[in-house]
């Protein structure tokens, strides 16, 4: 082991290391937030108007993992469900449409095309988006009264230190913040519980593919890429991340705490995969109402 990484288990170092970065990323991050807030029609309090508006009622989380067929898509065409990031590539090819679309990552909202983000917009879905990259977004998109603007409290330096093994938290009030999981599905099940849904069904949800890390270097693993229907396999490079973060399985744990705490039932009904925090499912047993 080099010396560099020997330096960097060293914990104490770590929090000197991050602590002064920090301290301006606070601090740019209240800025922004600020400034947007005044730019957008429906900033993070307007969805208080969604609180309890499903209240007992089921919904469809929808992963965007090798997994997920048109088929399924279609099956769910009639009910509640929660779609993000590119799943509008599907769209050519299925009834289906998400009643909510979520997206959150800043980096993400650079790369999506705009017609595509319009497609979602103007599609019929109730579009959640990033505050921070309000200024991303398509023309028309901060105006527009269909589009919901939510802020996700960054992880600082110092704070995933501190909870590398701790389960994070989980909102009870997403009009304020929502709180990260390093996956939106973590987002998406925040925002479904604050929405009164009792039943969450998770498809597409695989939880171990794209990119691996072999001695040091970041490979696309391209047997489990080609999996995708060929609009989903079709990603942008820069926004292949590498999957099956630890701590992304941590974050589903606090929404499965979180669930039994207060009555709500989350399934895992992905096809394979390696989600196992949920109860599984079998997706093709599930009745669904048709379109």
């Known amino acids: 082991m080099s010396i560099k990484n020997k330096l960097k288990r060293i914990t104490f170092l770590r929090y000197i290391y991050y602590f002064p970065g920090d301290i301006v990323k606070h601090y740019k991050d209240r ?12 900033p993070p309090e307007a969805i208080s108007r969604f609180k309890d508006i499903h209240k007992g009622e089921r919904c469809f989380i929808v992963g965007n993992g090798p997994s997920l067929t ?41 790369v999506i095309k705009k017609e595509d983000m319009r497609s979602i917009i103007n599609g019929g879905s109730t579009a959640f988006l990033s505050l921070r990259s309000c200024d991303d977004y398509p023309d028309g998109t901060k105006e527009n009264e269909n589009v919901y603007f939510y802020y996700v409290k960054p992880i600082f330096g110092v704070e995933s230190i501190r909870n ?4 994070p938290e989980f909102s009870e009030n997403v009009p ?11 987002e998406m099940i925040q925002l479904a519980a ?35 229907p060929k609009e989903m396999g079709e990603m942008d490079e820069r ?20 669930a039994d705490e207060h009555g709500i039932k989350i399934y895992n009904a992905t096809r394979g995969g390696r989600l196992e925090v949920f109860e599984r ?11």
């Not at 800025?31 to 730019?39: H, Q, V, Y």
């Open 31 to 42: 800025k922004l937030i600020k400034e947007n807030r005044l730019k957008v029609k429906n």
């Open 70 to 110: 048109v088929r399924d898509l279609d099956k769910i065409a009639g009910e509640y469900s929660f779609g993000s990031n590119r799943i509008y590539n599907m769209f050519p090819h299925t009834k289906w449409r998400p009643t909510y679309y979520c997206e959150a990552d800043p980096f993400v909202a650079t």
């Open 164 to 167: 590398e093994t701790r389960l």
């Open 176 to 186: 304020d913040y929502f709180y990260s999981g390093l996956t939106i599905t973590y």
């Open 194 to 228: 604050y929405m009164g849904f009792k039943e969450l069904y998770i498809i597409g949800c695989d939880h171990n593919y794209n990119r691996t890390i072999e001695t040091g270097t970041l490979t696309v693993n391209a047997e489990i890429k080609n999996n995708y």
């Open 239 to 258: 926004i292949q991340k590498p999957t099956f973060n630890p701590k992304t399985t941590i974050a589903y744990q606090a929404a499965k705490k979180y």
């Open 281 to 291: 499912v079998d997706f093709d047993n599930i009745t669904t109402k048709e379109c």
